[in-house]
């Protein structure tokens, strides 16, 4: 067995009551020395924590490529000549071999893929940024040795998946997805139909089986071992099935998360555990639990509601839902983002957009040259899942105007709100480098998400944000510059206390407290297309304030002129 952990008594009790609460008490007791028997701990110290300089960027690991260079290797030297000094995290994608969906159908948990390089490449990246890493937990890759010996009823992995009878009843289940729930294969033990929530090349793994939970235990320590200093627990609602239940969320799902943290806080102190769960806010947010859950949850009401308010020129829905947030738990945060991967989810906008503006908003996007994905519902009804369409491209125009040659500074708006709320922001390499809607690609593979996964050669992406003419160029040096002043700021600490302002619905504007004392910083974002006058709060009128972003200092005043789509970070000066 491993050297015992400091507080090895209260691990080894803290393991037993969530196994048994997963598995049953008669379970737990057996299956506690098995985990115990995995487990590394470390007495290294703590990982610093999160601060205002903390900032993410999402990528593939070849999202930018040059010719005859591992893209790993590629995608280091981009980093470190565009955005080093001003980013601290780098969330790379599932770099592991997979068959499908952009990385999410993994193949081989444990290895690299030999197309993006190899695992000292990901060590060089470590040495420079902090990493963040995908556990995808839900589902594994058809190709998979898993399922390989599952099709051949072989040890372990014939035990590894949800085999269920096709006339079951699973009118309750929550789909994701247009395609079957069920996946049909010819196996040694004769036809079986597979739960496969995303695809069919994506099979269900079953944690029923306590021998899959303990092979992502080892999978999830061999990553925080390896320098994770976030992990990402992908598609983790959908973790725990119960025939008769809407298969999500379930009391066993959110066990499993917090046991992820417990794991976390024995192998890497001060690792986080980040949950991805794009559903409603409410459901959302539970993932916090009582603070013993995930350090991070994604802000997937953000991008739609963002979206909203900048297309129509209208606040008022995205600051009445950040008006009602609350706090994290201590311990946790927000992770504020616009853009990812994957679409913009409208689930999370289900309650906070009335139905008319959710069509409304899907239709401009179409005229944008933006697609709209569905989900079954059931009893042949469908809902609008997410929207495919890169931000920038989203931006181009206005539900009045198609274009309007403002999509850089709508845009950069965009992304300025998101630098300005309680959290830590996290931009997605698209949005940095501007791209716009890649149809092309959408084409050649057949998935609408692939619009927002452009790969881009490295000398024409340099060439692109040196060109003082380009929307690249713009766009990239006004977040950099903003990214700049930001982790200066120690308002934007991710535990600064955040207030929601009422100042009109043309502007979106929020307070932030430092933890220590200082002087608040007020950040007003100008939605519309026409400039405004706004009335700043009457603690601010005797005040003479300076604009972080522009640095400029205005005198004592009642109003404060905005730009279009200006926004400005304020600061009693």
């Known amino acids: 067995m491993t050297e015992q952990h400091p507080a090895a008594g209260d691990l080894e009790a803290r393991l037993r009551a969530r196994l048994a609460r997963i598995y049953g008490a008669d379970h737990a007791g057996a299956l506690t020395p098995r985990v115990l028997e995995i487990l590394q701990p470390t007495a290294r110290h703590p990982r610093r924590p999160w601060n205002e300089r903390d900032v993410v960027l999402i990528t593939y690991g070849d999202s930018i490529t040059a010719h005859a260079e591992r893209p790993l290797r590629t995608l280091l030297r981009f980093l470190h000549a565009r955005l080093s000094g001003v980013l601290s995290i780098v969330h790379i ?18 290895q690299v893929h030999p197309m993006l390089g190899e695992w000292e490449d990901i060590e060089a990246l470590s040495a420079e940024f902090d990493l963040m890493y995908d556990l995808v937990l839900n589902h594994v890759s058809s190709r998979s040795a898993w399922f390989t010996q599952f099709l051949g009823d072989r040890a372990p992995g014939k035990d590894y998946f949800h085999v269920i009878d096709p006339q079951s009843d699973l009118s309750e289940v929550v789909r994701p997805r247009m395609h079957p729930l069920l996946a049909e294969f010819e196996t040694e033990a004769g036809m079986r139909h597979v739960w496969a929530t995303f695809s069919a090349d994506q099979l269900d793994l079953n944690f029923e089986n306590p021998d899959v939970l303990l092979e992502m235990i080892d999978i999830y320590q061999s990553y925080l071992l390896r320098g994770a200093r976030l992990v990402r627990l992908d598609a983790v609602a959908f973790l725990w099935k119960e025939l008769g239940t809407r298969c999500i969320h379930l009391p066993q799902t959110h ?13 890497a102190p001060g690792a986080m555990v980040l949950t991805e769960t794009n559903v409603p806010h409410d459901e959302n947010v539970a993932y916090f639990g009582d603070g013993d859950e995930a350090h991070m949850v994604y802000q997937f009401s953000l991008p739609p509601l963002l979206l909203h308010a900048l297309h129509t020129g209208n606040a008022h829905y995205l600051t009445h839902w950040a008006g009602q947030l609350e706090a994290p738990p201590a311990g946790c945060t927000y992770l504020n983002f616009t853009a990812s991967h994957d679409g913009i989810g409208m689930r999370p906008a289900e309650g906070l957009l009335p139905h008319d503006e959710i069509d409304a908003l899907v239709a401009g996007m179409q005229r944008a040259g933006g697609y709209a994905s569905s989900r079954d519902l059931g009893g042949g009804k469908r809902a609008v899942y997410e929207l495919n369409i890169t931000y920038f491209d989203a931006l181009r125009g206005t539900r ?7 999509q850089v500074p709508r845009f950069v708006c965009s992304q300025l709100v998101a630098m300005s709320l309680q959290g830590v922001p996290a931009l997605y390499v698209q949005s940095v480098v501007a791209t716009e809607n890649d149809h092309e690609r959408v084409d050649q593979e057949g998935h609408l998400r692939s619009i927002n996964r452009s790969k881009w050669a490295l000398d ?7 060109d003082p003419a380009s929307a690249q160029h713009k766009v990239y040096r006004a977040l950099h510059h903003a990214l700049s002043v930001r982790k200066q700021l120690r308002a934007f600490h991710p535990d600064a206390a955040q207030r929601v302002l009422q100042l009109g619905d043309g502007v979106f504007a929020l307070e932030r407290q430092p933890v220590h004392g200082t002087d608040p910083l007020l950040a007003i974002a100008n939605v519309t297309d026409q400039p405004l006058t706004v009335e700043l709060p009457t603690r601010y009128h005797d005040r003479t304030l300076h604009d972080a972003l522009s640095d400029l200092t205005a005198p004592a005043q009642r109003h404060h002129e905005l730009g279009r789509y200006q926004v400005v970070w304020l600061q009693p000066s």
């Open 93 to 110: 994608l599932p770099f592991y071999p997979s068959s499908s969906d952009g990385g999410f159908a993994v193949v081989d948990y444990r």
């Open 255 to 267: 066990e499993v998360v917090k046991l992820m943290r417990d794991v976390a806080d024995t192998v």
């Open 400 to 406: 009045e105007r198609r274009e309007d040659g403002l």
């Open 460 to 466: 024409h992406v340099d060439a692109l944000l040196d």
